[in-house]
């Protein structure tokens, strides 16, 4: 499986939703975590891919529509008959003849749904129901978008644990939007940061993070005690809460430890903290852009 994107361009009236100048490829296997805020055009970017925009520049791909599943934000389905029979035409299956798919009803505790009405499930069971077909279908590439959103934190851990485990002997292809981080540090093994509709960066995301963080990030508190007490270290951008410190080795990191350690402060460490890669990232491309328009 292999699908690029080059030039690519969606326009909404006369504005710009979408601007993609660099090729983008996803190849199989990859797990690719998709993040941006608000209007940045992640979504959009899915749509393109399954033509359900109008777009400018090419997407080409070695897969036919039929072979790409989709977990959208918004699902709709008839009311005309209960879920089990909704479920069951577009599985084109029956529930009793699938161990797979009665596992899954059972994994998300679906059994007392099957006989309602879509309409009549609340959001976080509607969420179950289109995950439980997105996941049948074992397409060779599948969008996640914000799938977790309307769960609460107990199902949103159990659907976490349930797609890395269902996806951890397959080759097929993941993209997945999310506003929660921690996720798509479970689940992601690439990122692609979208911005005001602009590709910020793509890439395998422990390399993006070395490229923004360094070796190692600790975090803690802030307080004018605690930025003095770290002034020499080297600074990240981070929630005004908060002191980020990038560590360029391990020695540097074992230094740093022992002296919070010393001053009885908690911290947090991590190689992998997308939050403030993210954020860092940002800063880098638009630091970047400025100096190349001023130049």
């Avoid at 520049?57 to 036919?64: A, C, H, P, Q, Y």
């Avoid at 996640?144 to 485990?165: P, W």
């Avoid at 939050?275 to 852009?289: C, F, G, Q, R, V």
């Amino acid at each position: 499986m292999q699908l690029t994107i080059e030039k690519l361009t969606v326009k909404y009236g006369s504005d710009i939703a979408l601007n993609i100048t660099e090729p983008i490829r996803f190849c199989e296997g990859d797990r690719v975590g998709i993040i941006g805020s608000n209007g940045a055009g992640k979504t959009t970017l899915i749509k393109s891919i399954l033509g359900l925009v109008n777009y400018s520049g090419t997407i080409r791909s070695d897969l036919k529509p039929e072979e790409i599943a989709t977990h959208m934000q918004f699902n709709e389905y008839t009311d005309a008959m209960p879920c089990r029979y909704i479920m069951e035409a577009i599985l084109q299956t029956k529930i009793a003849n699938s161990p797979q798919l009665k596992e899954l009803i059972s994994y998300f505790e679906f059994e007392d749904c099957l006989r309602k009405k879509y309409t009549k499930l609340s959001g976080g069971q509607k969420q179950r129901f289109t995950i439980i077909l997105v996941m049948m279908q074992d397409a060779p590439l599948t969008f996640y978008d914000e799938v977790t959103s309307g769960l609460d934190f107990e199902t949103r851990q159990k659907l976490m644990e349930k797609l890395i485990n269902w996806y951890s002997d397959k080759s097929s292809s993941l993209c997945i939007v999310s506003h929660y981080y921690e996720e798509l540090e479970q689940m992601a093994n690439k990122l692609l940061i979208l911005d005001k509709g602009k590709v910020i960066d793509y890439g395998q995301k422990d390399a993006l993070f070395k490229k923004y963080c360094g070796h190692s990030v600790i975090i803690f508190e802030s307080s004018p005690e605690n930025q003095v007490l770290v002034e020499k270290y080297h600074k990240l951008s981070s929630p005004s809460h908060l002191i980020a410190i990038s560590l360029k080795d391990e020695a540097e990191e074992l230094e740093l430890s022992k002296l919070l350690l010393t001053a009885n402060i908690n911290y947090k460490r991590s190689n992998n903290d997308i939050e403030i890669m993210y954020s860092n990232a940002k800063n880098a491309y638009y630091k970047e852009t400025r100096r190349y328009e001023n130049s």
